[in-house]
């Protein structure tokens, strides 16, 4: 029984540091402020970078494929496709609408932590909008700790993406 003599090429390094990149920035950026936007855009990028990636190499296989080999490798290119439209739908419209401004009554802070460690511990700003609806968007430690649970506060956030660029 042989190998099959696959190697790792070059530009699949160059994707796999790429992606390592982008994670790194996306732990690194702060969880509110003038670059949330970014923080999120590196979140779609991981998946952008894998989807362009599963694209390319299965439009590649240049290989005769049967009828059915030809229908998955379509059915694999559009569900990357839609992948990276779902994934990116709130950034552009974010992007398009800019931050807005809402006074959030009765706000409660919170905390979770997985297992994993510092990376995984998330703060939440939770209140009610003048429309009544909930909103909910992270917050850093020290905004945690700074807010008044069942108060009033106004927040400059991005509806779609509920990242928060400014606590006042």
């Known amino acids: ?17 790429l992606v390592l990149a982008v994670i790194a920035a996306g732990l690194l950026l702060p969880k509110t402020g003038n670059l949330v936007l970014l923080d999120e855009l590196c979140n779609a990028a991981v998946i952008w970078i894998a989807c362009i990636y599963v694209i390319v190499r299965a ?22 496709i839609t992948a990276v439209f779902w994934f990116s739908k709130d950034i552009v419209l974010d992007l398009a609408a800019g931050p807005q401004t809402a006074t959030l009554t009765d706000i409660q ?19 009610s ?31 779609h993406t509920r990242r928060i660029v400014k606590v006042y």
């Open 109 to 127: 802070v919170s905390e979770t932590q997985a297992h994993t460690g510092s990376f995984s511990h998330h703060y939440y700003l939770t209140g």
């Open 59 to 80: 439009l590649r296989n240049r290989t005769a494929l049967s009828l059915s080999g030809k229908t998955a490798r379509a059915a694999v290119v559009i569900i990357c």
């Open 1 to 17: 029984m042989s190998r099959s003599g696959r190697k790792i090429k070059k530009y699949e390094i160059i994707l796999c540091i």
């Open 129 to 159: 909008d003048h429309n009544g609806e909930k909103v909910r968007a992270e917050i850093t430690g020290e905004e945690y700790n700074r807010l008044p649970k069942g108060g009033t506060v106004t927040i400059e956030y991005y509806e």
